[in-house]
């Protein structure tokens, strides 16, 4: 029997403080620069690993990380809670309703996304030369594998680019993500019937049968009754007013656990689990945003740098670097991701302006490109040059989406978004007492100057849209919106409430600024822009305050001038 002792925990403790320390911190600094920290975190792993530290400092290398198994399995371990966490927390960012609720556009992007990258990755890796596969008698099996790595998307990277953007809370946005969701589903599904298989000792029919039953009726028991026993459960942890972030935190991870235990038993991997049930407490309308970016942040803050600086551990980067293999898989995963959604995109009403945003959203393969690869790796289906390969692929094609998709985002004619603003459209005291309220107060303000609208009808539209997806950003501002059929030119209202409302923003504070946008159905790209602007300008502190403190709807209406004057929205 073997036991830790005072050595093991010490060098553990040493470990923890400088990879996170590390990570966290260069991170910090990647994130300044618009780069996700996943890089960061790789390159840290790198540096302190066999690559540099140990290649030329080999003595301190050993004395830090020791070819000791059971030190080796204590990282390992936490590692390991990373991963799964971090797909606990992709699915929590899954709001499958909504999704499905878009299924008619999603479905068709998210479907085209995930059919042409297989088929594309696929024939490519099937005819790789011997030396990148393992065993060559399971060319057909890597290649399957090689095809579902290069097919799913990180949506946290997307959605980080978006967030930068001010795009976060967009129609576009809602379609993006909507798709992301349902390729992520499938994707994932995909993944571990292949490892399922893979994994098993003899494969017969029978086995094939009962593993690809079991995996889609666990599922959708998970998305059926599990997301209303999920609801019911965050529900009533509201209504009785527990703690609510710490008791639905717990209740989250034990979700995941019994999930990750059952999909394990079924024969595929407990990541899909953990997946599965950040699916089914995401769907919980009672989760608040706060909560939700609670847990999120504990997720990246703590668990995930150390799964990802531990890959740079495990390998040689170095040794283990082909540039041909790097260019390949960097250049097949990105461009067959854009061509599948660009395909989808193409087989909807969306207007053509927005069509390559939504297809470049849906190319980085991010985290979770190097999960998939890892699990790969682990279970000796692909070799280190591959996974190395595959990491640079995601690394590129992460570092490449933010400045990608601003431009895509800007192709657009200037116009100025006080086109559809004035002052007779500002309520300098919102007096509302809740989110729907306000909504109401602001409909009936559009529909007076009109004359030809009904507040009513109005509501109605932006509800729906609001029950959707939430429009509250941080520092205490909201931006409801609706695209209507019967709108000639898109109206913007303005409503200023000192007392606050909660609007379940993601910083838990109480919003003060409410800006009602209504556009019509076929400007999507003008509502874009419309509210990436007002994102953008009151981001700023000095805008926030100016507003709070002045007097009357004049006054505000002066500094929404200034202050939306320099934001110039781009129309085809």
């Known amino acids: 029997m073997h036991f830790l002792n005072e050595q093991n925990i010490f060098l553990f403790l040493v470990q923890i403080f400088l990879l996170l320390g590390l990570a966290r911190g260069l991170g910090e600094i990647f994130s300044r620069w618009k780069q996700p920290p996943l890089t960061a975190e790789i390159l840290v792993g790198v540096l302190l690993g066999p690559t540099i530290l140990g290649r030329f400092l080999p003595s301190l290398y050993q004395a830090i990380f020791p070819a000791d198994i059971i030190q080796q399995n204590m990282f390992t371990t936490v590692a390991w809670l990373g991963v799964l966490f971090l797909l606990l927390e992709t699915g929590l960012e899954i709001d499958f309703s909504t999704a499905w609720r878009q299924k008619g556009d999603a479905l068709k992007i998210a479907v085209s996304d995930i059919v042409i990258p297989i088929i594309i990755a696929f024939a490519v890796c099937l005819f790789l030369p011997d030396k990148y596969l393992v065993n060559t008698d399971q060319r057909l099996i890597f290649a399957l594998f090689m095809a579902t790595v290069m097919t799913i998307s990180a949506m946290p990277i ?44 003899t494969l017969d029919i029978f086995r094939v049968i009962v593993i690809i039953s079991a995996t889609i009726s666990f599922t959708v028991i998970c998305l059926t009754i599990g997301r209303k026993f999920a609801e019911k459960v965050i529900y009533k942890i509201k209504e009785k007013q527990l703690p609510q972030t710490g008791v639905s935190l717990t209740f989250i991870c034990l979700l995941g656990l019994f999930c990750g235990a059952i999909t394990q038993k079924i ?3 407990a990541l899909f689990g953990f997946f599965l049930a950040g699916i089914m407490a995401g769907g919980a309308k009672s989760l608040s945003e706060r909560t939700r970016q609670t847990i999120s942040q504990m997720v990246h803050a703590i668990f995930v740098p150390l799964f990802f600086v531990g890959i740079g551990l495990k390998i040689d980067f170095l040794s283990n670097f082909d540039i041909f293999l790097v260019l390949l898989i960097s250049f097949i995963g990105i461009s067959s991701r854009f061509l599948g959604a660009w395909l989808g995109v ?98 009936e303000l559009i529909a007076e100057q009109e004359g030809s609208l009904e507040a009513d009808i109005l509501r109605e539209a932006v509800l729906k849209r609001e029950n959707a997806m ?27 409430s000192l007392a ?29 822009q419309i509210l990436a602007s007002i994102a953008k300008a009151m981001s700023s502190n000095q805008a926030r305050t100016a507003i709070i403190q002045a007097k009357g709807a004049e006054q505000i209406w002066l500094i929404l001038q200034k202050a939306l004057t320099p934001a110039f929205i781009r129309r085809k």
């Open 346 to 443: 193409n087989l909807t009403k969306i207007s053509k302006v927005n069509r390559a945003a939504i297809a470049v959203a849906h190319t980085p393969g991010g985290a979770m490109e190097i999960v998939v690869g890892m699990l790969a790796l682990e279970y000796n289906l692909n070799t280190e040059p591959v996974f190395v390969a595959i990491v640079f692929g995601a690394v590129i094609s992460s570092v490449i989406l933010g400045p990608w998709l601003s431009h895509s985002i800007k192709r657009r004619k200037e116009i100025s978004i006080l086109e559809f603003f004035s002052h007779r459209a500002t309520i300098e005291a919102l007096k509302a007492d809740s989110r729907d309220k306000a909504i109401y107060k602001l409909c």
């Open 500 to 528: 606050g409302i909660d609007w379940d923003s993601p910083d838990g504070k109480l919003t003060n600024f409410v800006f009602l946008i209504l556009t019509p159905t076929h400007e999507d790209d003008v509502q874009v």
């Open 267 to 269: 024969g595929i991997h």
């Open 158 to 201: 997307t959605a980080r680019a978006l967030h930068d953007l001010k795009l976060s809370k967009t129609d576009l946005s809602f379609l993006i993500m909507s798709a992301l969701s349902v390729n992520d589903i499938i994707g994932w599904m995909l993944f571990t019937l292949v490892l399922g298989f893979f994994t098993q000792s």
């Open 470 to 496: 939430g429009t509250a950003l941080e520092e205490g501002v909201a931006i409801p919106h609706a695209r209507l059929p019967f709108l000639r030119r898109p109206i913007v209202a303005f409503g200023r």
